[in-house]
């Protein structure tokens, strides 16, 4: 079974900065928007970035400023670079395809802990 395969996550201060990846396989990655969702114990995952086939980016309001989405179309990856991390970013990061995602593609997704 092909899935997306996350890596990247660790354990950072608060204030500090991490980059995550996604290896998105070849016959997604081309035409969709990719996403990076996260989703913390007893929640769903919520969207928290996204990034068109085109390169347009849109993020949530409590990263808006502090994280980056990309995408490369040579390696198909999409990467995601946090900065300026807080405690209430914690969760399990994911990647997959935006608005609807490929339920059969969803990875382990990465651990990302925040410590205050």
């Known amino acids: 079974q092909v899935q997306l395969v996350e890596s990247g996550g660790g354990l950072v201060q608060a204030g500090g900065s991490l980059r995550l990846s996604c290896a998105v396989p070849?016959?997604?990655?081309?035409?969709?928007?990719m996403g990076w969702y996260r989703q913390t114990p007893g929640n769903q995952r919520e969207l928290v970035a996204t990034?068109?086939?085109?390169?347009?980016?849109h993020y949530e309001d409590s990263v808006k400023g502090r994280f980056t989405i990309s995408r490369d179309s040579a390696k198909s990856t999409v990467s995601l670079q946090m900065s300026s991390l807080k405690p209430e970013d914690t969760a399990v990061y994911y990647c997959?395809?935006?608005?609807?995602?490929?339920?059969?593609?969803w990875g382990q997704g990465t651990q990302v802990t925040v410590s205050s």
């Open positions: 997959n395809t935006v608005p609807t995602p490929l339920a059969p593609y």
């Open positions: 070849g016959n997604i990655f081309p035409f969709n928007t």
């Open positions: 990034v068109t086939s085109g390169g347009s980016t």
